[in-house]
C-alpha cells in the first residue's frame, strides 16, 4: 500500500517509520524546510536551538524502548526543574506548599488561604460545573492564587479573557487538582517514591537538540526505502465520492496515495472548498483558532544564567511569558563559557508582534529579562528569530462544538486518517504524538480504525 503522510512532525515521522517497518510505500511531504515541525533544531554556530522546551516523558515502558531504538541509545535523563518568576521570587512549579508558604508576603499568604478556605466551603455547599478555565482554578485555589500564578499567566499568553477559556485547558495545565492536594502530597509524598506528575524526569537526546528525534527518524524512513519531501506545503485534499486519493500540492500537482495520513493543522485543510467538506464543516473549521509564538534567541557571555529548563514569567507588564535554557537540556547544545536562551512570545498572525525583526525583538526580550533578575542590561546579543503560527490550539469555549463535526467528516472519509497534535486539533506532548502516530500506522495497516485519537483523551496532566 503507498501511504502519503502530510507533516513531517513527530506524529507524522513516527507514522512513517512504523508503516516502513510494515512493508508500506511511505511518502511524507513537509511544508517546511527541516523535519520535526514544532520539534525540529537547528544551529546557529556552536548552538543548537529548539523552539522553546522540549521533552520527551512517558510511563509506557515500550514507549520509552520506542526512543531508545530511535536515537539508537543517544539519550540523556534530565530531572526536571521549572520555576515561576513573580514579584521578584522564584517559586516551584507545579506549585509546592512550603515554597509557596515561604515566597509570599504574610498578608498576601493569609488572604489566599482565606480565599481558598472560602472557595472549597462554597463547593461543598453548592457545587459547580466546571465552566472555563477561571471557575475550574477558583473553585480549587481561590481568587487569590488564581489572580498570582494562574489567571494572568493564561490571559497574557492566549490573549483572550480566562472566562472565555475552556475547562479543559485547566485541567491539562495544572498538576494538583487543589491546594490542599499539595499540602498532603507535600507533608506526605506518595509510597515507593512515586514521582508528583508524569513530567519529573524526562529523557533528551545526547546532541542535536530535540530536533535529533525527527533527524533519526528521517534517516531510518528513508534506508527503508521510503521519501521525504521538504518545502512542499499542501493546499487541499483530493476527494472524490467520499474516497481520498491523496493530496493537491500548493504548486498543483497531485499526490496521488491508497492513503492518506493527516498530521498537519486539519482546519486549515478542511476550510479549502477543493477538499469537498460541506459548508457546515468547513464553517466550524474556520471558527478554531491559534496562537502564534515569537521565538528570539540570545547569546549570553556566560556558562549558565539559570538552573531551570524553563521559567514562566506572568506578569502582565512583561511581554515574553516564557524562557528556556538549552544548555540544561544537554551539555552539548552550547560551549561551555557560553549559553543561549530562548524567549517566547504569543501573539497572532500579522500582527505587531508576529512582524518583529531580530533586533526589535531581542530588545524586547532583554529588557524582560533584565526585569527578572537574569542577565545585566547590554550583556546579549541577538542570535536567531523563528516564528510558529499553529503553536498553541485555542481551547475557547465551545470549541468542542465546532471540533466535532471537523473530526467526524474526517472519519466518514474512506482512505483517509488524521491524528497528532495538529490533525486533532488538541494540546498534547511529545510522548502522545508519537504514540498516536504509531497507533495510527498500525490501524492503517490493518484496514481498520486504530482509535488513534484515544491516546491523551482523558483529564490528564500534559505539563
Not at 483558532?289 to 539559570?306: G, H, K, N, Q
Not at 526589535?360 to 546579543?381: F, I, P, Y
Request: charged share 25%; glycine share 10%; aromatic share 10%.
Amino acid at each position: 500500500m503507498e501511504v502519503l503522510v502530510l507533516g513531517a512532525g513527530l506524529a507524522g515521522l513516527a507514522a512513517a517509520f512504523e508503516l516502513t517497518k510494515l512493508g508500506h510505500e511511505v511518502r511524507v511531504v513537509e511544508s517546511g524546510s527541516e523535519v520535526g515541525g514544532m520539534a525540529s533544531s537547528w544551529k546557529v554556530g556552536p548552538f543548537w536551538l529548539d523552539h522553546g522546551p522540549h521533552r520527551f516523558h512517558s510511563r509506557d515502558a515500550r514507549l520509552v524502548e520506542h526512543v531508545y531504538e530511535v536515537l539508537d541509545g543517544d539519550v540523556v535523563i534530565r530531572r526536571r526543574q521549572s520555576r515561576i518568576h513573580l514579584r521578584g521570587r522564584y517559586f516551584d512549579y507545579p506549585l509546592k506548599f512550603g515554597n509557596v508558604v515561604q515566597g509570599l508576603p504574610s498578608g498576601l499568604l493569609a488572604r489566599a488561604g482565606f480565599d481558598y478556605l472560602v472557595a472549597r466551603t462554597k463547593e461543598l455547599v453548592r457545587p459547580t460545573e466546571d465552566a472555563n478555565f477561571e471557575r475550574w482554578v477558583k473553585k480549587r485555589f481561590g481568587d487569590t492564587l488564581y489572580e498570582l500564578f494562574f489567571g494572568t499567566y493564561t490571559e497574557k499568553t492566549w490573549g483572550i479573557p480566562c472566562d472565555h477559556i475552556s475547562a479543559d485547558w485547566a485541567a491539562q495545565r495544572i498538576a494538583q487538582r487543589s491546594l490542599l492536594d499539595t499540602v498532603v502530597k507535600t507533608l506526605r509524598p506518595p509510597k515507593g517514591g512515586a514521582v508528583r506528575s508524569l513530567a519529573d524526569e524526562f529523557y533528551y537526546p545526547a546532541h542535536g537538540g530535540i530536533g535529533e528525534f525527527a533527524r533519526r527518524y528521517a534517516g531510518k524512513i528513508v534506508d527503508a526505502g521510503g521519501t521525504i519531501e521538504l518545502d512542499a506545503p499542501v493546499s487541499s485534499l483530493v476527494v472524490r465520492e467520499g474516497r481520498v486519493l491523496g493530496a493537491r500540492a500548493a504548486d498543483g500537482r497531485e499526490l496521488v496515495a491508497d492513503h492518506t495520513l493527516c498530521t498537519i493543522p486539519l482546519p486549515r485543510l478542511m476550510s479549502a472548498a477543493e477538499s469537498g467538506a460541506p459548508e457546515s464543516v468547513r464553517s466550524a473549521a474556520d471558527g478554531l483558532d491559534y496562537v502564534a509564538i515569537l521565538f528570539v534567541y540570545l547569546e549570553v557571555d556566560t556558562p549558565s544564567v539559570s538552573p531551570d529548563h524553563w521559567i514562566y514569567l506572568p506578569e502582565r507588564h512583561l511581554r515574553v511569558h516564557r524562557v528556556s535554557e538549552f544548555k540544561n537540556f544537554s551539555d552539548a547544545a552550547a560551549p561551555g563559557d557560553r549559553t543561549a536562551i530562548c524567549c517566547e512570545i504569543t501573539c497572532r498572525v500579522g500582527d505587531a508582534t508576529w512582524n518583529l525583526d531580530l533586533a526589535g525583538a531581542a530588545q524586547v526580550a532583554e529588557l524582560d529579562l533584565v526585569a527578572s533578575g537574569l542577565v545585566e542590561l547590554g550583556s546579549t546579543r541577538p542570535l536567531d528569530l523563528r516564528r510558529l503560527a499553529h503553536a498553541y490550539p485555542v481551547y475557547e469555549v465551545g470549541y468542542q462544538d465546532r471540533l466535532r463535526p471537523l473530526l467526524s467528516h474526517a472519519k466518514s472519509l474512506d482512505g483517509f486518517t488524521s491524528t497528532g497534535r495538529q490533525g486533532l486539533f488538541r494540546y498534547n506532548n511529545m510522548d502522545h504524538s508519537i504514540a498516536m502516530g504509531r497507533k495510527a500506522a498500525r490501524g492503517i495497516h490493518r484496514g481498520r480504525d486504530a482509535r488513534a485519537e484515544e491516546v491523551a483523551a482523558g483529564q490528564e496532566y500534559f505539563g
